[in-house]
């Protein structure tokens, strides 16, 4: 079996839409059937990873737990893009998983090498 590199790129902020929940969900199904998954936190993406979210207080469901089974699923590809976390004020310490953090040019090189790129 030939096995794709599958790059999860997401943009969206956690809340608000649907989006950021059924991305966890896809790359979670699409790791399930055994393809070589790596995820992308550009932009608003970013504030997915954040700890300390209270999404109670605004009617959604949590759904960051699902980032933190990403290991079960042999998923240990998480990029994040440097300059998304600097311009929301965030650092790596303020996320609730390890990733590996790069800049926009090592981005770029990340997604030019997927075989299959899916976005939200």
Do not use: C
């Amino acid at each position: 079996m030939t096995h794709k590199k599958i790059v999860f790129v997401s943009r969206k902020a956690p809340y608000g839409t649907n989006a950021a929940a059924e991305m966890i969900e896809a790359v979670l199904v699409t790791a399930a059937f055994d393809q070589q998954v790596h995820l992308a936190f550009l932009d608003d993406g970013v504030f997915q990873l954040a700890r300390a979210q209270t999404p109670e207080a605004i009617g959604h469901k949590p759904f960051a737990q699902n980032l933190t089974e990403l290991g079960e699923y042999d998923i240990d590809h998480v990029w994040v893009e440097r300059e998304s976390l600097a311009e929301r004020g965030l650092t790596e310490h303020d996320l609730m998983i390890a990733v590996s953090l790069v800049d926009r040019a090592a981005m770029a090189e990340v997604l030019a090498e997927a075989d299959i790129l899916m976005s939200l």
